[in-house]
């Protein structure tokens, strides 16, 4: 019995963990071969070996912030797989936590590469081969900040979230009509490794704890909890196979009926 990514190569922007692992996981479950990334080699290597899926797996050292770096990992994935077929932007964050006055030029610059750039960077670099054989896939993962703001502290990220919500509808009206599709996730607050980090440096510049930080997300959802990085997998496995042909230019919400629209 044939799987819905049969034959396909996927390439995941920082997969070693969290939500862009759970996606791998799912991607090679469906019979994709999938390239992860990351910053560190070790990390990488740990997750080839938990992840077991022999010659199916292929991990790039590849940073975010750097351009060359994004660009390589492209490249590196095109001569190891001979292809990108499905390209899943899933890195983005920022540090340097502030109110809007207060916020550095260094902190946002670096929400703004982390974010945005990153995926236009790696999404500049695939489409040339999408074009060429009529079929790709391109998914970002945003944020339920990405339509709406509702903390203070982070005017970097939903600032970034919102553009790389942009950023996927020009993708989608430019080459929905060559058979490449473009959407983005956004999901509510999902408590991984690095929201544990992250979390915990914009509730402190916002002056409330951690756990009131994570309360009053899953306070705001119709489900009242928090969200997993299983479904944010689901529906990024749904948007990378046929059967998602149909959409494109969506921001589509996996935010436990948080955000309005």
Known sequence: MSKKLDGKV???????????????????????????????????????????????????????????????????????????????NNTGGCDGFALIHELSDTAWNR?????????????????????????GR?????????????????????????????????????????????????PGAVETDSMAVAGRQAAEAAGISYEQFLAQYAGQAMTGKLNTVDEVAAVATLLASDAGAGMTGGLINVDGGTSPW
């Open 138 to 186: 391109v998914i970002c993962i945003s944020s339920v900040e990405g339509k709406r703001a509702s903390q203070p502290a982070i005017g970097h990220y939903i600032t970034s979230k919102h553009a790389l919500n942009g950023f996927v509808k020009a993708v989608a009206v430019e080459y929905g009509a060559q058979g490449v599709t473009a959407n983005a996730i956004c």
């Open 10 to 88: 996927a390439v995941i922007t920082g997969s070693t963990r969290s939500i862009g692992r759970a996606i791998a996981e799912d991607f090679l479950a469906e019979g994709a071969s999938v390239v992860l990334s990351g910053r560190s080699r070790e990390k990488g290597a740990l997750a080839l070996k938990e992840l077991d899926a022999g010659d199916r797996a292929h991990f790039v050292v590849s940073d975010a912030l750097e351009q060359d770096q994004v660009e390589n990992l492209v490249d590196e994935s095109v001569k190891h797989f001979g292809a990108v077929d499905i390209l899943v």
């Open 111 to 135: 929400a703004i590469d982390w974010t945005l750039n990153s995926a236009f960077w790696a999404t500049r670099r695939a489409l040339p081969g999408m074009l060429e054989r009529g079929w």
